[in-house]
């Protein structure tokens, strides 16, 4: 069952009304039960906030995926038993990423839609873009993902160009396709530098200011806490990727400004091309001052996702600035990891153990509340203290006068 695509065109290929979703994960010698768990229910989420409802896992342990159909034969066959029983079900979703040889096997054995990972996080890119420059962002990356798999995926791509020489003589349709592609990628590519240097001009116009990115993975809680720390309105939601756009607010602390960057959340297996082309929007990342690497402390798998973001950052060429631990959401952990039987000095020392092993392992930290404001006032000290670090070596006489 092959799709029809059209070139140009703002994909999403989650419907407006509600689908319901299967969902697949392979279980590797590199990975575990409990890891692949983590990581489905991850998908579930973003299939969630995509619009799709889960209503079934599969899972699969294999040495390696099958070079065909991802998952096994006999796997295949069982998804296909069960979609038959529930006639509602309208797409599977994989958690990694499938060729486009693949994805053709897939659809044409279970009859529904195929969606990986990359796919799923594409969708909810492009559903939720607002500005040029995010959209430009996404079409980019849906081109550079969907160009390798060309084959495999699309038998017809609407032209986009014509008339006389654009077409050579006995020249396949999947070369006219990739070709077409191929120039629509280039026409993006230039689009993004456009937009690139009107960015870059107006990271000039923000003067001497410090500059403070909040950082981390995606649904950790950097827009709410900027929402506290700056006292603006920035939507804040409960579903990944609710920022894809940096938004930007001047803070002043005791006579002291500086500017508050919070950015795109990353994710585990987050597309290359993705962060290829979002470059331009992380720029605020790397041309800050100070990170404020903001984690969810509640997060079963929090340590994992602090290395993810770590991670990123190397990638970015950000990883050496300075960088303050802001572990969030600490009531949420006090009520899945403490007991209502648990005496008070236990927790406390519980709490004092989880700190101290966390200064350890990831540097410099403080646990706060974004909810309740709990540990708002010792980030903000802590804020000051790293921003007036750095105004002192930059600007002496513009601190001193602040008194």
């Not at 229910?41 to 409802?53: P, S, V």
């Not at 077409?167 to 689009?191: A, F, H, N």
């Not at 806490?225 to 990944?240: G, M, P, R, T, W």
């Amino acid at each position: 069952m092959a799709k029809e695509w059209t070139l140009g065109e703002k994909a999403s290929l989650l419907k407006l009304e509600p689908e319901f979703a299967v969902l697949v994960g392979l279980i590797t010698p590199d990975s575990n039960e409990t890891l692949a768990h983590e990581h489905m229910d991850e998908l579930e989420f973003l299939a969630e906030t995509a619009g799709a409802e889960t209503i079934k896992r599969f899972t699969q342990r294999l040495p390696h995926p099958e070079h065909t159909t991802f998952i096994g034969k006999g796997k295949v066959e069982e998804i296909r038993q069960y979609i038959e029983r529930h006639e509602n079900v309208t797409m599977v979703i994989f958690d990694d990423d499938l060729s486009g040889k693949q994805t053709n096997h897939l659809e044409e054995a279970l009859k529904v839609k195929i969606v990986d990972r990359s796919t799923l996080i594409l969708d909810i890119f492009a559903a939720r873009a607002q500005t040029a420059q995010a959209k430009t962002q996404v079409e980019l990356a849906q081109m550079q993902y969907l160009l390798p798999r060309l084959r495999g995926l699309w038998t017809h791509l609407e032209r986009q160009r014509g008339g006389i020489g654009m077409r050579g003589p006995g020249e396949t349709q999947i070369e006219t396709d990739r070709r077409l592609v191929q120039y629509r990628v280039k026409v993006l590519e230039d689009k993004l530098k456009d937009i690139d240097r009107q960015s870059q001009t107006q990271r000039k116009t923000r003067g001497e200011l410090i500059r403070v990115a909040l950082v981390g993975y995606t649904n950790v809680g950097k827009s709410t806490l900027l929402n506290l720390i700056s006292k603006s309105e920035v939507l804040a939601e409960n579903k990944l990727f609710a920022t894809l756009d940096t938004t930007v607010r001047k803070v002043v602390f005791d006579q002291m400004p500086f500017l508050l960057s919070d950015t795109v959340g990353f994710i585990r297996k987050l597309p290359h091309h993705l962060v290829e082309s979002f470059k331009s929007t992380l720029d605020e990342v790397r041309e800050s001052d100070i990170l404020i690497h903001v984690v969810d402390v509640a997060h079963p798998q929090f340590e994992d996702q602090i290395r993810t973001v770590q991670k990123t950052l190397l990638e970015l060429g950000a990883a050496d600035k300075p960088t303050l631990m802001v572990y969030n959401k600490i009531e949420l952990y006090r009520e899945r990891v403490f007991d209502d039987l648990l005496e008070p000095e236990t927790r406390l020392m519980l709490e004092a153990e989880l700190k101290s092993n966390m200064l350890h392992q990831f540097g410099e930290n403080i646990f706060i509340s974004a909810l309740t404001k709990e540990g708002m006032d010792d980030l903000r000290e802590r804020m000051m203290r790293l921003i007036k670090e750095l105004y002192v070596i930059r600007y002496p006489h513009q601190v001193r006068s602040w008194g």
